[in-house]
């Protein structure tokens, strides 16, 4: 699954150079094109996506299993049902073997707040474009 995260990342990367690289080129700037805009609200919502999956399943599929044998520390299914932390929660993601080891990856949840955060951003920046396009569309001078 990590892997799985790397390529997207790698193709956001490649994605973000090539919209840079165009909008350095043409007169209007990449972040004042809307499709630009609508474009990296796609690739940040893609991402935010993956992201979360990856946290949801950080605990594979047997959690009891994913302790004992990756882990090397033992499952402790009643603080889980006490702490909440039984990967049921779908935001904050919270999944544990017990008090003191997570399946959670710290950097999962603060990523996922701040790729929806731009995704968001990204789309409402790009639909006001549109929105002041088309409201301040110039009419034709009549000769």
């Known amino acids: 699954m990590l892997h799985l995260v790397f390529a997207a990342l790698v193709l956001a990367v490649l994605a973000g150079l090539t919209i840079g690289r165009r909008g350095v080129e043409q007169p209007p700037r990449w972040h004042k094109r809307p499709g630009a805009l609508i474009s990296a609200a796609l690739i940040a919502g893609c991402l935010t996506v993956m992201v979360w999956g990856f946290g949801i399943f950080a605990g594979g599929l047997d959690t009891r299993e994913t302790c004992e044998l990756n882990h090397h520390t033992t499952y402790d299914q009643a603080w889980r049902d006490r702490t909440g932390a039984d990967g ?3 935001f904050p993601l919270a999944d544990a073997c017990n008090e003191h080891v997570s399946l959670v990856p710290a950097w999962v949840n603060p990523t996922i707040v701040l790729l ?12 006001f474009r549109i929105a002041h396009a088309l409201l301040h569309r110039r009419k034709p001078v009549s000769s």
């Open 88 to 90: 049921t929660s779908l």
């Open 116 to 127: 929806a955060v731009l995704a968001v951003s990204a789309l409402a920046l790009g639909l």
